[in-house]
């Protein structure tokens, strides 16, 4: 993959060595003047949908934020170097590279930077970078969390470690119904994090608007979130703060018919054999199949609509953002 080279960095605080992140000079500029800025995570841009849809939803998702008022910060690894923000035309170069990309969590930063590697980032890592930048505002489709049958495999996404102890507030459709979401809602409690419901009462399930989990809190003005965003960051322990937005109405699936689909297509990944990581990008594209590629645009619709309200978010943070 070939990048532009640009200069321009900004400093997180890690254990040992400073971590550096290079923002780009678009990013830089909004971070240096108290604007709002989104981080989107790449992972959706290459492991998430197919090309060209990829990269349709990425541009569509920027576009939402800069229609908000805020600046959408792309987040990867290039070569071993963390990044935030880049042009179009690097997103495209990611976005054809595809699976080619490792797809990869918080663990896998010191090892993508001592190798040289690239990396494409996850919720968790994502998560991590933007807050090493100085970005608290970060918009994706959903978090992952306990998988189904974690009882025998203890897979429990790096996600849900990243939320309790990160200061970003992640905007996302809940959590993907192929998880088991009562045991992840509990383990959101016990962490620690906050879950608003964004105009809802009930925690979504992605492409489902309704998981018949209930919220106990609900907000339905994005300067209200802002507000409770800060109030809690107020507390020396606190870290990171899930606003759970429903996919749009006019693009969500009836759950019923998604649940039949899931279990079909966790029969074909237990007969394949696969496991870990692997899973979720199998589920994913089995499922699209099962419903004649309804869920693609469900999941284009609700990353769309989830970077609006973290921009609407993110201007509010940035008009009253304490020193973190």
Known sequence: MSFESTGDSGTGTGAGRAVRVRLSPEVERALSSDAGVVALESTILCHGLPFPANLETHLAAEEAVRREGAIPALIAVIDGVP???????????????????????????????????????????????????????????????????????????????????????????????????????????????PVIGFGTSELPAFWVRSSGLALETRVDDAGEIARVVLAHWAWPQAGGVLVANPVPEEAALPREEIEAAIERSLEAARAAGVTGKAVTPFLLSRISEETGGRTLAANRALVVSNAAVAARIAVGLAADLPAL
């Open 83 to 193: 990044r935030a923000g880049f042009s179009a035309a690097e997103a495209e170069v990611l976005a054809r590279a595809g699976r080619s990309v490792r797809k990869a969590t918080t663990r896998d930063l010191g090892i993508l930077a001592a190798r040289r590697e690239s990396g494409a980032t996850t919720v968790a890592a994502t998560m991590s970078i933007a807050a090493a930048a100085g970005v608290r505002a970060f918009a994706t489709g959903g978090i992952g969390g306990v998988h189904r049958g974690a009882e025998s495999t203890f897979d429990v996404s790096a996600d849900l470690l990243e939320l309790s102890r990160t200061r970003v507030v992640v905007i996302a459709s809940g959590a993907k119904l192929i998880l088991d979401l009562p045991r992840t809602a509990e383990a959101l409690e016990t962490l620690g994090v």
